[in-house]
């Protein structure tokens, strides 16, 4: 059984989310997508999500109940949930690459999906404004 993790901050859940997660579903038996925590958000996009991660969270498992939605570290490269949950791979979306980096530092599997219109379903682009 092939488990996978997805990590993102899924605010305002848009069909840039769902293709990702329809995508990361398709490859794998059980997909664990770990939803930012607010501190961890501010640190990376310099902004608090318009959303608690409960409803993020929730948004995520009500679009497949397959998925199983957690929260992630409190702490910013602490990698615990990857210690926790043990994937075979990590699936990573087009602008993730920062993760990417770390995660050849560690030897840890990972594959990037392919973006769905981003230059219309972006968040920083769908929550301009707003």
């Known amino acids: 059984m092939t488990t996978a993790l997805a990590f993102g901050v899924f605010d305002n859940l ?8 329809s995508q990361a579903l398709k490859r794998c038996d059980e997909l664990i997508v770990v939803v930012a925590r607010p501190e961890i958000v501010q640190i990376l996009k310099n902004r608090l999500p318009k959303q608690t991660i409960e ?3 929730e948004a995520v498992r009500s679009f497949d109940p397959r998925i199983k939605a957690v929260a992630g570290d409190s702490t910013l490269g602490s990698w615990e ?5 043990h994937p075979d791979i990590i699936f990573l979306g087009y602008d993730q690459e920062g ?10 599997k990972f594959e990037f999906l392919a973006a769905h219109q981003p230059e219309k379903y972006k968040s920083s682009i769908l929550n301009k404004g707003s």
Not at 14 to 21: A, T, V
Not at 99 to 108: G, P, T, V
């Open 14 to 21: 848009h069909e840039g989310h769902k293709d990702f997660l």
């Open 99 to 108: 993760m990417a980096d770390e995660l050849k530092k560690q030897n840890i």
């Open 55 to 57: 409803e993020r969270a």
């Open 81 to 85: 949930v990857l210690r926790s949950n």
